[in-house]
């Protein structure tokens, strides 16, 4: 793995876009601050919650999470211009699923709305009706996962929802990534930040 255990370190990893750096530095993370939270994810995590079995507790919800990884594989490809943190978080108020299963269901769901490809949506209704099911079924609580480790089964992608907010006292920033490399937070700072 990218990082160490998680017994290792007590940390989650959260990536965000780096234009909202200022803010995470000021007063945290809260799951619906960033712009992309209603326009780009709100629906498709209305979409899995509404196929959410009863014997979730009602306080799992994807859309008022936030999201961040147990930890990445050897070599993750971060996106551009984003900012890789380090979460201390609250083990109790925290779930896991596999985010392979909603990652594998993204493009067809957003897609099924445009013309030459609403057949998706025929799929949806088989195939990715099935894989949420499958994402709920295998999800577990934080402290659960602590015992049994699915995070560490091959295939499995542990995303951690996260059901608090973030304080900034508790956020450590580690990477942020550009085009061209990633650079540890305090290499961007001597590259970038010192007086000429």
């Given at each position: 793995m990218f990082f160490e255990d998680y017994?290792?370190?007590?940390r989650v990893y959260h990536v965000a876009p780096v234009n909202d750096l200022g803010k995470i530095l000021s007063?945290?993370?809260k799951y619906d601050d960033k712009v992309t939270y209603e326009y780009k994810y709100y629906t498709?995590?209305?979409?899995?919650?509404?196929?959410?079995?009863?014997y979730i507790p009602s306080w799992v919800e994807r859309k008022?999470?936030?999201?961040?990884?147990?930890?990445?594989?050897?070599e993750p490809n971060f996106s551009s211009h984003s900012v890789v943190t380090a979460l201390r978080v609250e083990p109790s108020r925290c779930w896991i699923a596999n985010e392979n299963r909603a990652n594998q269901i993204y493009e067809p769901f957003i897609l099924?709305?445009?013309d030459p490809l609403k057949e998706a949506g025929e799929y949806m209704k088989t195939e990715g009706k099935k894989m949420v099911e499958e994402y709920w079924r295998t999800s577990l609580s934080f402290e659960e996962n602590l015992e049994k480790r699915v995070d560490l089964k091959e295939g499995y992608d542990a995303e951690v929802l996260i059901f608090h907010?973030?304080?900034?006292?508790?956020?450590?920033?580690?990477?942020i990534v550009s085009d061209h490399r990633v650079m540890g937070f305090d290499e961007w700072k001597e590259t970038f930040c010192k007086k000429r």
């Amino acid at each position: 793995m990218f990082f160490e255990d998680y017994f290792k370190t007590g940390r989650v990893y959260h990536v965000a876009p780096v234009n909202d750096l200022g803010k995470i530095l000021s007063d945290g993370i809260k799951y619906d601050d960033k712009v992309t939270y209603e326009y780009k994810y709100y629906t498709f995590h209305c979409f899995i919650d509404s196929l959410k079995p009863a014997y979730i507790p009602s306080w799992v919800e994807r859309k008022r999470s936030i999201f961040a990884t147990k930890n990445y594989r050897r070599e993750p490809n971060f996106s551009s211009h984003s900012v890789v943190t380090a979460l201390r978080v609250e083990p109790s108020r925290c779930w896991i699923a596999n985010e392979n299963r909603a990652n594998q269901i993204y493009e067809p769901f957003i897609l099924q709305e445009v013309d030459p490809l609403k057949e998706a949506g025929e799929y949806m209704k088989t195939e990715g009706k099935k894989m949420v099911e499958e994402y709920w079924r295998t999800s577990l609580s934080f402290e659960e996962n602590l015992e049994k480790r699915v995070d560490l089964k091959e295939g499995y992608d542990a995303e951690v929802l996260i059901f608090h907010d973030i304080k900034p006292k508790n956020i450590e920033i580690l990477y942020i990534v550009s085009d061209h490399r990633v650079m540890g937070f305090d290499e961007w700072k001597e590259t970038f930040c010192k007086k000429r």
